[in-house]
């Protein structure tokens, strides 16, 4: 799965990104549940908040599992750019 990923261009960054990203769509999930949903007392935003929150460890996972794939295939220091440059080459 890691390869594939890897084949279409998904890099370990991409992964990290996604991992933050997904850190503050928590706190905008958890505020925006609170907010929009009133009589749905707190409980209800927690679950919303602890439903989104649940995906950062598995894009930081996937970040990790590729950064540990670029390291064995050699592509780590390299941008997404040149990587495409040298697939386009060969």
Known sequence: M???MHEMGIRSEHAYTAAFASIGLTVAAWMASLQAEPGTGLARADRWGIFVGEWAPTFFGLGLALSHYEQ?????????QEIRQHREAG
Do not use: F, R
């Open 2 to 4: 890691v390869k594939k």
């Open 72 to 80: 064995h295939d050699g592509t780590l220091t390299a941008s997404v």
